[in-house]
T-cell receptor
Framework: AQKVTQAQTEISVVEKEDVTLDCVYE???????LFWYKQPPSGELVFLIR??????QNEISGRYSWNFQKSTSSFNFTITASQVVDSAVYFC?????????FGQGTELSVKP | ETGVTQTPRHLVMGMTNKKSLKCEQH?????MYWYKQSAKKPLELMFV???????ENNSVPSRFSPECPNSSHLFLHLHTLQPEDSALYLC????????????FGPGTRLTVT
C-alpha cells in the first residue's frame, strides 16, 4: 500500500531563514504523481506543485524549490528566505487515478 | 464566485439531526471529492465522483451519504452522526481523475454534540 511520511511535525524558523520540509513516500507503482499543498490558518488547501514519477528534474518557483529523488523516494520542499506569510501546514501527497494519499503535514511557523 | 465554495462554513449538530453539506465548483471540472480532516490525522479520502458517478467509496459509514446531481455540485448528507465525526470536511475538484491536481474549498467545520 502507498504511504507518505512527513517526519517533521512542527518547524519554527525566524524570518529570512531557509527551511526544508521533508517528504518520503512508499509505493510499488512505477507511474504516479507527487504533490505539495499549503494549508494556511483559513483552512483551504492551496495547490503548490505536481510532479510525475518520470520527471526527476528539480523545480524552482520564486522562493520555492522542490527536490525529487526517486532513488530515495523523497520529494522535499525548500522555502528560501522565509516570510511570516509562509506560516501554514504543508502537506505532501502521493497520487494516482484521482486518489491522493496525504502525509500527516508539517506545521511551519515563521517568526518575525 | 470563483474556485470551489462550501457551505456552511461551520455547523454544530446533535447526534439525531439530519443536515447536508454543499460544495460547488466554478472551474469546469468533471471530478469531485469529499475528504475528512481530523485533528492530528492526515486527510482521509471519503468519496470520489467522476462525471456525476461515484467511482470510489473509501469504506465510509452509511451515516454519510454523498450526492452529485451534476458536475458542478456535490452534497454530503449527514444523519445520526457520532461525536468522533467532528472534523473539517473538505471538498475538492479536478479536471479528471487521472491524477490532475485537485483544488480544494475552504471546508466545513463540523461539530457533533
Amino acid at each position: 500500500a502507498q504511504k507518505v511520511t512527513q517526519a517533521q511535525t512542527e518547524i519554527s524558523v525566524v524570518e529570512k531563514e531557509d527551511v526544508t520540509l521533508d517528504c518520503v513516500y512508499e509505493t510499488r507503482d512505477t507511474t504516479y504523481y507527487l504533490f505539495w499543498y499549503k494549508q494556511p490558518p483559513s483552512g483551504e488547501l492551496v495547490f503548490l506543485i505536481r510532479r510525475n514519477s518520470f520527471d526527476e528534474q528539480n523545480e524552482i518557483s520564486g522562493r520555492y524549490s522542490w527536490n525529487f529523488q526517486k532513488s530515495t523516494s523523497s520529494f522535499n520542499f525548500t522555502i528560501t528566505a522565509s516570510q511570516v506569510v509562509d506560516s501554514a501546514v504543508y502537506f505532501c501527497a502521493w497520487g494516482q487515478g484521482g486518489k491522493l494519499i496525504f502525509g500527516q503535514g508539517t506545521e511551519l511557523s515563521v517568526k518575525p | 464566485e470563483t474556485g470551489v465554495t462550501q457551505t456552511p462554513r461551520h455547523l454544530v449538530m446533535g447526534m439525531t439531526n439530519k443536515k447536508s453539506l454543499k460544495c460547488e465548483q466554478h472551474l469546469g471540472h468533471n471530478a469531485m471529492y469529499w475528504y475528512k480532516q481530523s485533528a492530528k490525522k492526515p486527510l482521509e479520502l471519503m468519496f470520489v465522483y467522476s462525471l456525476e458517478e461515484r467511482v470510489e467509496n473509501n469504506s465510509v459509514p452509511s451515516r454519510f451519504s454523498p450526492e452529485c446531481p451534476n458536475s458542478s455540485h456535490l452534497f454530503l448528507h449527514l444523519h445520526t452522526l457520532q461525536p468522533e465525526d467532528s472534523a473539517l470536511y473538505l471538498c475538492a475538484s479536478s479536471q479528471g481523475t487521472s491524477s490532475y491536481e485537485q483544488y480544494f474549498g475552504p471546508g466545513t467545520r463540523l461539530t457533533v454534540t
